[in-house]
């Protein structure tokens, strides 16, 4: 599994979840129950994770959409 997005925003979290999910890409919320339990002061981010095989494709579509600047690494250009 390989990170694409870690963020405190949960709204993006979910966008960019939704946004891999209608391309078929299955993307796994990483750190959700923690943040639930630390009560929602944005102490631990939660980091969204593909498969190591669809993260560049997984990239590119979040980039297309806008989130290019929430991507982690520098794969794509």
Known sequence: ???LIVTN???LISYAEALLKDQGI????FDRNISLMEGSIGAFPRRLVVLDELWAR???ILKQAGLGQWVI???IK
């Open 26 to 29: 299955k993307a796994v919320v």
């Open 1 to 3: 599994m390989r990170e």
């Open 73 to 75: 690494g520098n794969e």
């Open 58 to 60: 997984g990239a590119e």
């Open 9 to 11: 925003d949960p709204v």
